[in-house]
């Protein structure tokens, strides 16, 4: 008896450690799991952060590709200024009725009538004086509501014949808007190319004004004619220090879990400031040679204004009376910019 009790109780102790082990198996298991999933996570918002800070990179380095390139993006294209482009294209509006499109449907005798008295209803007594009268109603709100539907549908009619009506005049008016406007285009080009002065300064400024910048460039661009001297002249405000970005690069940090940035030195920042003014400089009259197409002008004044590279109030460059001599030569030779730019000036 003592034998038997002795073998259940090992037997159930060992059930118990078993039981044990196995609780403590799956903890491990479900430990190993957690940190997997952790590392798993963690790898995956390292590899986002990572791409963030490549899409980063990427920007960065197109944003001051863009701004070394001003001048290299406009030489070899054609700048004359495309007349026809300039034409607002002729839409005009769908004439759309709505529910004034949809008569209302006349009114079905059938449908307020009572339904005949069948065999045995008109044995039941006074079945059919109330049949009767219940026609006569009947008859009643038909003619009523043929009455209600008339008058809506006159109302419904004057009102399409309205709406039709405005609808015509806005089409005639749109078409007439286009037409004076194609007109006051086909004015300018005749006028351009007949070489009055206010038509001059108009072309150019739209020539300048229809110029692709990077964002954030400004849009202050003044012109003027003189017709005695065939000169040009360029009233321009370059972007400011701005648009040349702060940051360098960015870097992702995996210790810190955190993006961080290296700034761009203050003279790389100066160097490509100067390099924006002398190409934009370069880029405005080149593309003014190059847009005149009927050759009216023979030199231009550039009068542009910048922000200073130190703290003083910005500057202005003025560039007096260039000549239209080969201009593609001194443009897409290998010397720096900013020389051409001195050389000219000096000139």
Same mark, same amino acid.
């Given at each position: 008896?003592?034998?038997?009790?002795?073998?259940?109780?090992?037997?159930?102790?060992?059930?118990?450690?078993?039981?044990?082990?196995?609780?403590?198996?799956?903890?491990?298991?479900?430990?190993?799991?957690?940190?997997?999933?952790?590392?798993?996570?963690?790898?995956?918002?390292?590899?986002?952060?990572?791409?963030?800070?490549?899409?980063?990179?990427?920007?960065?380095?197109?944003?001051?590709?863009?701004?070394?390139?001003?001048?290299?993006?406009?030489?070899?294209?054609?700048?004359?200024?495309?007349?026809?482009?300039?034409?607002?294209?002729?839409?005009?509006?769908? +004439?759309?009725?709505?529910?004034?499109?949809?008569?209302?449907?006349?009114?079905?005798?059938?449908?307020?009538?009572?339904?005949?008295?069948?065999?045995?209803?008109?044995? &039941?007594?006074?079945?059919?004086?109330?049949?009767?009268?219940?026609?006569?109603?009947?008859?009643?709100?038909?003619?009523?509501?043929?009455?209600?539907?008339?008058?809506?549908?006159?109302?419904?009619?004057?009102?399409?014949?309205?709406?039709?009506?405005?609808?015509?005049?806005?089409?005639?008016?749109?078409?007439?808007?286009?037409?004076?406007?194609?007109?006051?285009?086909?004015?300018?080009?005749?006028?351009?190319?007949?070489?009055?002065?206010?038509?001059?300064?108009?072309? +150019?400024?739209?020539?300048?004004?229809?110029?692709?910048?990077?964002?954030?460039?400004?849009?202050?661009?003044?012109?003027?004619?003189?017709?005695?001297?065939?000169?040009?002249? &360029?009233?321009?405000?370059?972007?400011?220090?701005?648009?040349?970005?702060?940051?360098?690069?960015?870097?992702?940090?995996?210790?810190?879990?955190?993006?961080?940035?290296?700034?761009?030195?203050?003279?790389?920042?100066?160097?490509?400031?100067?390099?924006?003014?002398?190409?934009?400089?370069?880029?405005?009259?080149? &593309?003014? +040679?190059?847009?005149?197409?009927?050759?009216?002008?023979?030199?231009?004044?550039?009068?542009?204004?910048?922000?200073?590279?130190?703290?003083?109030?910005?500057?202005?460059?003025?560039?007096?009376?260039?000549? +239209?001599?080969?201009?593609?030569?001194?443009?897409?030779?290998?010397?720096?910019?900013?020389?051409?730019?001195?050389?000219?000036?000096?000139?």
């Amino acid at each position: 008896m003592q034998r038997a009790s002795a073998q259940a109780a090992q037997a159930q102790y060992r059930q118990q450690m078993q039981a044990i082990r196995e609780a403590e198996r799956i903890r491990r298991q479900q430990e190993r799991a957690r940190i997997a999933g952790q590392k798993e996570q963690l790898t995956h918002y390292h590899e986002e952060q990572e791409a963030e800070v490549e899409a980063r990179n990427r920007d960065l380095g197109e944003s001051v590709n863009r701004i070394e390139s001003i001048l290299a993006e406009a030489l070899g294209r054609d700048h004359r200024l495309d007349f026809e482009k300039l034409k607002p294209l002729l839409r005009l509006p769908q +004439f759309d009725p709505k529910s004034l499109g949809q008569a209302e449907p006349a009114p079905r005798p059938e449908d307020y009538l009572p339904k005949p008295l069948g065999f045995f209803a008109r044995l &039941v007594p006074g079945a059919n004086d109330r049949h009767q009268i219940a026609i006569r109603d009947a008859r009643a709100r038909f003619d009523a509501d043929v009455m209600r539907q008339a008058e809506g549908e006159k109302a419904r009619k004057a009102a399409l014949r309205a709406e039709t009506a405005a609808h015509a005049e806005a089409v005639r008016d749109i078409k007439e808007t286009i037409s004076r406007q194609h007109h006051e285009i086909d004015e300018l080009k005749a006028d351009y190319e007949a070489g009055k002065p206010d038509a001059i300064r108009q072309y +150019f400024e739209l020539v300048l004004s229809s110029e692709h910048y990077p964002d954030g460039w400004p849009e202050s661009v003044r012109v003027a004619f003189v017709a005695e001297s065939k000169q040009l002249v &360029v009233e321009y405000d370059f972007p400011g220090l701005e648009i040349v970005p702060e940051i360098a690069t960015y870097k992702y940090i995996k210790v810190k879990k955190e993006i961080a940035t290296t700034q761009r030195s203050d003279v790389e920042r100066r160097h490509l400031y100067s390099s924006v003014i002398a190409q934009t400089t370069l880029r405005v009259v080149y &593309v003014l +040679f190059s847009a005149d197409y009927s050759g009216h002008v023979e030199s231009i004044v550039f009068n542009g204004t910048w922000t200073r590279l130190i703290k003083r109030p910005g500057g202005r460059c003025i560039l007096a009376s260039l000549p +239209f001599e080969q201009p593609e030569k001194c443009l897409l030779s290998s010397i720096s910019r900013e020389w051409t730019l001195r050389r000219v000036l000096k000139g």
